[in-house]
Each structure stands twice: as C-alpha cells, then as structure tokens.
C-alpha cells in the first residue's frame, strides 16, 4: 500500500537560478497524487465511518468531495427524488438544523456536503455540481461507503450500492464498500476518541479501501479503470468476530460472485474457474474481504470476459481463498 500522505506532506527541493527560485515538490506517490474523488455513502454524510474515509483519502493525497444524504437512507436502494429542504427535522445526529436547505456543507469544510434526497442523488450531485466547482472537473473515481453492514447477494435494496451505481451510470467508474460487525452506525464525534471499537472499525476498513483504490488506480494495465457498465461490490469481514482481523496486512481481497451459481464458468483463477460467493468469502477464517464485478443494469454478476478485465488490472493485488 501506498504510505498515507496529506498533500502538505512532501519533501521541497530549492534552488537558485538566475534572479528566480525555483521550487521542486516531489511527491511519494506521483501516479496517484491528486486523482479526484466523489465520496458517497446512504448512512448520511455526519457517520463515523464516512468521515474516516474522508480523512484517509485526504490524507492519501486525493482530491475529495463528499457528497451522502443528510439522513440516514440505508436501504432505499434506487429510489431519486429532487433534494428537497429540511421541513420536517435536521440532519442525522443533529448535525444541520432543521429548516436547512436541501444541499448544505460543513462550514469549516466546504469539501463535506450533505444533500438532502435518496443516496444516488447525493452521488448524482457530488458528480454533476460539486465536483466541477471543488475539484475543478468531473471525478475520476466515485467511492461509496464504506456502509455499517454487509451488502452481498441481492444488491438492488442497497443505497451504498445504488450510489455508485449512479456514479457508474454518469460514466465514472465506481466502488461500494460495506463492513459488518465493529462498524456501528455512529457520530463522526467518536472518532475523537481512538480507543473506541467504532473508531477503530472505520479507520481500520478506511485505510483499507484506500489498499484496493490505489490499486486500481496505478495499475499499469491499459484502458479504463472499469469496464463500461460495471462496477465493484467489496464487503469486509467481522473485526469483532475474528480476533485476528485487526490490521491491514491482516486482511486479503478475494475475486468474488455476487450470486453463487455452479453452471456458470466464471474467469479461470486460483486454480478454477468459479468464482465464492461473496457471502461465504466474508464468513470465513482468515480475513478475507470480497471483491464483486456486477452489471449496474443488472445488478449482477458479469460474464467471465469482463471479469477477466478486472483480474488483470488489479492483478497480484487479489489473492485466493485457501
């Protein structure tokens, strides 16, 4: 993994030429440095487990906007509605009021929004509205998550899913993650505690989306990060369960099938060619967290070719169950 980086965190190089200074910032990971990120989620924009992933993927070196519900819209799937305003309560964990407009930031951090509709629309706005205005373009990956429970198998009821699917259908490749036991759906406020299990559930799955995000971006297979129409599923097993799942070279990311299915021939690796469910990956000994190709149409598993493409670029980065 690429060592966490804040974009103040590099090493200056001056000298003197003529009657100017010239000044050199190298920094320690070029290929990524400053890739633009929309950050979404459907448990709300005030959780412990979003703003983690915000921090680390700032302190990465990432660009990053985050755009989720004011509320918490766990399970609402596909549903989209026009943001509305704050009528009716505030923002989860009374971190707006009520009577607050429909899109709001936090006003130390313009880089943190809310958005008051479904988590797809959260997603759809962080791309179409901020990202050009904060970032100064159009994203080059969306994240969502990671969300405080499992989402394997059927994934059509799923927020976190259902935003990066839209992110994926605005032509931006995507990933939703989601973590089971040890995250818990809390106030961005317990992370000023670090001895708290929630604290350490979500910097913990935080730091290690960052592992799978900075793989598959500095991948040096050719083409775009994701196929067209396609995006990722990845689901972490229990911290709290597992005693041994404590840190991020504890964990290992297996290619996974959102539905298990012996009459279909998946891509051939590990020695076959059909691919765990990602449901049975995740209850295993041995800390292995899924890693799902799906169809956004769909909502399922894609054909062996196009996982094929995905195999390649993140290359010796997945591992195999043993």
């Not at 100017?20 to 400053?34: H, M, N, Q, T």
């Not at 032509?171 to 604290?199: K, Q």
Request: charge should be negative; aromatic fraction near 8%; charged fraction near 15%.
């Amino acid at each position: 993994m690429l060592s966490p980086m804040n974009p103040l965190d590099t090493c200056m190089f001056v000298e003197k030429n003529s009657s100017r200074w010239i000044v050199l910032l190298f920094a320690s990971s070029p290929s990524i440095y400053g890739e633009r990120i929309v950050l979404g989620n459907d448990d709300g924009w005030a959780t412990a487990a979003v703003r983690a992933q915000f921090t680390a993927l700032v302190n990465a070196g990432f660009d990053v906007v985050l755009s989720c519900p004011a509320v918490d819209q766990s399970g609402t799937g596909p549903l989209s509605i026009t943001p509305i305003p704050l009528l009716f309560g505030s923002c989860e964990f009374d971190s707006c009021p009520q009577f607050s407009p429909a899109e709001g930031s936090d006003p130390s951090d313009p880089r943190i929004n809310y958005v008051n509709a479904f988590p797809r629309d959260a997603m759809n706005y962080g791309i179409n509205t901020l990202a050009p205005k904060l970032l100064g373009g159009p994203p080059d990956l969306a994240v969502s998550g990671p969300n405080t429970g499992h989402n394997v198998g059927v994934l059509i009821g799923s927020g976190t899913v259902n935003a990066a699917r839209q992110a994926t259908l605005d032509g931006i490749p995507s990933i939703a993650f989601s973590g089971t036991s040890g995250l818990s759906h809390v106030s961005y406020t317990t992370l000023s505690d670090p001895t708290s299990a929630d604290t350490i559930a979500a910097n913990l799955f935080a730091q290690l989306s960052i592992e799978l995000i900075d793989a598959l971006l500095s991948s040096p297979a050719p083409g775009p990060l994701l196929p067209e129409n396609v995006s990722l599923n990845v689901n972490y097993p229990s911290t709290t369960s597992n005693s041994s799942c404590t840190s991020i070279s504890d964990f290992k990311f297996v290619l996974t099938r959102v539905l298990p299915d012996p009459l279909v021939t998946d891509v051939e690796t590990c020695g076959t060619n059909h691919l765990p469910a990602e449901s049975d990956v995740v209850e295993m000994e041995g800390c292995f967290a899924s890693v799902s190709v799906f169809d956004v149409n769909s909502y399922l598993d894609v054909d062996a070719a196009t996982q094929a493409v995905v195999l390649n670029r993140l290359g010796s980065f997945l591992s195999c169950v043993s």
